[in-house]
C-alpha cells in the first residue's frame, strides 16, 4: 500500500430509491443548474428581463447540454461502437458524456433561443458562458467522486490512489486541476463582466471563455490518462486537438470584436 499519498475509496452514490442510486455525480450537475440559474436572474433582473424568460433558457441550456455532451461522447470517443449500434445512444444511464460535445450543443441551443426571444446571440451567449464556467467546477468534482478521468501516475505528494477503481499508485487528480481551473475564470468572468456590462461588445466575454477554458483543458490533457484506445501513440489526444479550435475561435472572435468597427470602415 502507498502511504505518501491520499487514498480515495469514496461510495459515489449517496443512497438509494427503489434500487436507483442516487449519486454525488447527479447532485454536483443539479447544483451547476441551481447556481447558474441564481447568477443568471442577478443578469436577467439588472436588464429588466421577466425570469420567464430565464426559465426558458434554462430549458435550452438543460436539453443542449444534455444532447450535446452525450452525442460528442458517442461520436468523438466512441464511433465505431455507436454507430455500429445507436439505439445505446439513447442510454445516458450507463455514462459517456463530453464536455466538447456540450461545448457545441449549449451555442447551438442558445442560437435557437435567441431567435426564438429576438435577442442578439452574442449578447445571450457572453452571460451563458460565466455560469459555464462554473457548472464546470460541479461536472468536474462529480468525476472526482466516480473516481473517473485521473491522471497518470505522480509521486507528488498529493497524488490520489483512487482504489475504487483498482489503482495502487498515486495519480494526478486531474479532475481536481481542471475543477479549480474553471472555477477561477469563473472568478475572473463574473467581476470583469459586472464591471464593463453596460459598455461590453458582444462576444468579448465569450472570446475570453474559449480562449481561458480551453487552453487549460489543453494543457492539463498532457498528465491525464487516455480515455480510449486508439489515444495510445497519438502527440496530442482528442480532448486537445478537439481544444484547438475553441481557442482559435476564441482568438478569431476577440479580433473581430475589437476590429468590427474597422472592418465595417473598410467594407463602406
Known amino acids: ?12 452514490e449517496i443512497f438509494s430509491i427503489f434500487g436507483h442510486g442516487v449519486r454525488y ?3 454536483m450537475f443539479a447544483l451547476s443548474f441551481i447556481f447558474g440559474y441564481i447568477i443568471m436572474k442577478q443578469y436577467f433582473v439588472h436588464d429588466k428581463l421577466q425570469e420567464s424568460l430565464l426559465e426558458k433558457l434554462s430549458m435550452y441550456v438543460f436539453v443542449g447540454t444534455l444532447i450535446g455532451a452525450r452525442l460528442g461522447h458517442c461520436l468523438f470517443y466512441q464511433p465505431e461502437y455507436y454507430l455500429s449500434q445507436p439505439w445505446e445512444i439513447l442510454f445516458i444511464w450507463e455514462g459517456g458524456l463530453a464536455s466538447h460535445g456540450a461545448s457545441i450543443g449549449i451555442p447551438v441551443a442558445l442560437y435557437l433561443y435567441a431567435k426564438k426571444i429576438n435577442v442578439p446571440f452574442l449578447w445571450i451567449i457572453d452571460r451563458v458562458v460565466i455560469v459555464v464556467a462554473l457548472a464546470g467546477f460541479f461536472v468536474r468534482m462529480g468525476n472526482f467522486f466516480n473516481s473517473e478521468i485521473y491522471g497518470i501516475a505522480t509521486d507528488l505528494p498529493w497524488g490520489v490512489v483512487f482504489e475504487r477503481t483498482g489503482e495502487t499508485v498515486p495519480k494526478h487528480p486531474t479532475q481536481f486541476y481542471e475543477a479549480l481551473s474553471y472555477l477561477l475564470i469563473f472568478a475572473i468572468l463574473h467581476p470583469y463582466f459586472l464591471k464593463i456590462r453596460d459598455k461590453q461588445k458582444n462576444g ?5 471563455f474559449l480562449i481561458l477554458l480551453f487552453s487549460a483543458r489543453f494543457f492539463i490533457e498532457f498528465i491525464k490518462e487516455e480515455q480510449v484506445k486508439f489515444e495510445e501513440g497519438m502527440a496530442l489526444n482528442m480532448g ?15 479580433y473581430y470584436v475589437n476590429n468590427k468597427r474597422k472592418i465595417k470602415t473598410k467594407k463602406a
Open 25 to 27: 455525480y447527479g447532485l
Open 204 to 208: 468579448q466575454i465569450f472570446g475570453i
Open 1 to 12: 500500500m502507498v502511504f505518501n499519498a491520499i487514498h480515495w475509496d469514496f461510495d459515489p
Open 240 to 254: 486537445q486537438w478537439l481544444s484547438i479550435p475553441f481557442i482559435l475561435s476564441g482568438i478569431g472572435l476577440l
